[in-house]
């Protein structure tokens, strides 16, 4: 009997597993034949059925993107593949590992990988649910945003973000915050009402003397930096001062720290101090054998501290893993690390930054493309189109 392998979530982690597992990274569509006759696994996918490219949320701003642009559903792509897709969400997992428990039945499984994502510390701030909107939480609470903002003829806006800083690495959204900020600057430039709103960034993970480019960038477009701030509570119509002084805030976009899901708590998977599914070096699940996790809801073994979640990382843990899983479903150990890298593209709209740092100091791309220039918007739209069609036809 072939065995049961089982990926929960289909998200950019869950597809890069599978990319890098099975034998060829593409399958157009006459080729789902030969892998029905080749499959040495019997696989399965349980999520919604929806992929999301989240790197092309923050240009809803500029109204270039929306939902429809950058959600795929992804089951043509799995049936390509001769993939079982099972639409349901994981409420628990037990038995090591062998059991996953979802809101449509029980699964048994020889082997086990997560990539179910983040989820965000909502009640760190209080009011942050009721009274702020996140890109991080999807293409509906952009939209959201966008709506609010084009009702708007004037007004003060904040843009922040919260770090959660228990793991040891960046597990939250900082870049993304920053990006969205200069597009506000921008998209506001554009329609011609700038002057008449005001635009303030925030964290309490900056100090106040920081700099470097990104703070220069949002210097250049009168962001006005509320660097070290936080408030104690989000309010209707701004926020609370840790004094009890009230700001006026006419539209909040704040992104919480990432954590792990709650039900990872009372799951047989180890959580970490951060909340996230504690892995090793490997993506081997700690503690537990044939299980294994990447991405945005796993920790790190030893990270450096500046490493933050990305779909980038996503894809170098998940290459690791599926080798990894190729090993031990052959009787082998383990042996593939990853390598720790930033790699994105801030997009300015008028311009742009390549914002890097890698664990061997490799440049990205052999260093061809250019550090910060206007070309960058079109290179990011570029890998997104490369991306989208790849999940789509290949
Ligand atoms: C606004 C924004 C901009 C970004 N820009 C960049 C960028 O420029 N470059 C970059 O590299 N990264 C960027 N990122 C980060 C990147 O999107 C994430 O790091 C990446 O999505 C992580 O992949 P993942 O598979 O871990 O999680 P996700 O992509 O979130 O996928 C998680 C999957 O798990 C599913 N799921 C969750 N819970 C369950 C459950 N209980 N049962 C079943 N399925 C479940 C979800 O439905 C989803 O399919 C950005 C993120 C945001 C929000």
Redesign the pocket.
């Known amino acids: 009997m072939k065995k049961k392998i089982f990926i ?8 890069f597993l599978i990319q890098y597992f099975l034998l060829l990274p593409v399958f157009p569509f006459f080729t789902g034949f030969f892998r029905r006759i080749y499959a040495k696994y019997e696989i399965t996918v ?3 059925g ?3 490219y ?5 240009e809803f701003i500029t109204g270039k993107k929306n939902k429809e642009k950058i959600t795929l559903d992804i089951r043509p792509f799995l049936k390509r593949r001769n993939i079982q897709f099972i639409n ?4 628990d997992i037990q038995d090591g590992g062998r059991t996953v428990i ?1 809101n449509n039945g029980h699964y048994k499984n020889d082997m086990l990988f997560l ?4 989820s965000f510390l909502k009640n760190d701030i209080a009011g942050t649910q009721a009274h702020t909107l996140s ?2 939480d ?1 293409p509906d609470s ?1 939209a959201l945003f966008i709506d609010k903002l084009e009702s708007m003829d004037s007004g003060v806006i904040y843009l922040g973000f919260k770090i959660n800083k228990k793991d040891g690495f960046v597990s939250g ?1 900082a ?2 915050m920053y ?2 900020a200069c597009l506000l600057d921008y998209a506001l430039k554009k329609r011609g009402v700038r002057d008449k709103f005001e635009i303030h960034f925030f964290s309490s993970n900056l100090s106040q003397g920081d700099s470097g480019l990104i703070t220069d960038k949002l210097r250049e477009r009168d962001i006005i930096l509320d660097y070290a701030y936080e408030p104690v509570e989000f309010v209707a119509g701004g926020m609370l001062d840790q004094d009890g002084t009230f700001r006026k805030a006419d539209l909040v976009l704040f ?1 919480s720290g990432i954590t792990g ?1 709650d ?1 990872l708590q009372k799951s047989c998977l180890p959580v970490s101090k951060g909340g996230q599914i504690a892995v090793d070096k490997y993506g081997q699940v700690n503690g537990l054998s044939q299980v294994f996790a ?4 796993a920790s790190h073994e030893n990270p450096p501290p500046w490493v933050p ?6 894809q170098l843990r998940s290459q690791a893993a599926a080798k990894n899983m190729a090993l031990v479903l052959a009787g082998k150990k383990s042996k593939h690390l990853y390598r720790f890298e930033l ?3 801030m997009n300015m709209e008028n311009d742009a930054l390549w914002l890097h740092m890698a664990s061997d100091n490799k440049p990205p791309f052999w260093n061809i493309f250019p550090k910060q220039s206007k070309i960058l918007t079109r290179v ?1 739209n570029n890998f997104e189109r490369f991306y989208l069609f790849y999940l789509k036809y290949l």
């Open positions: 929960i979530g289909n998200g950019f982690a869950s597809l349980i999520g919604n929806s992929f999301i989240f790197p092309a949320i923050p349901a969400m994981v409420i979802t990539g179910i994502g983040p890109p991080c999807g952009m959204r870049g993304q990006e969205c992104s899901f039900w990447a991405g945005d809801c979640h990305q779909a980038h990382m996503a790699s994105c593209i990011k």
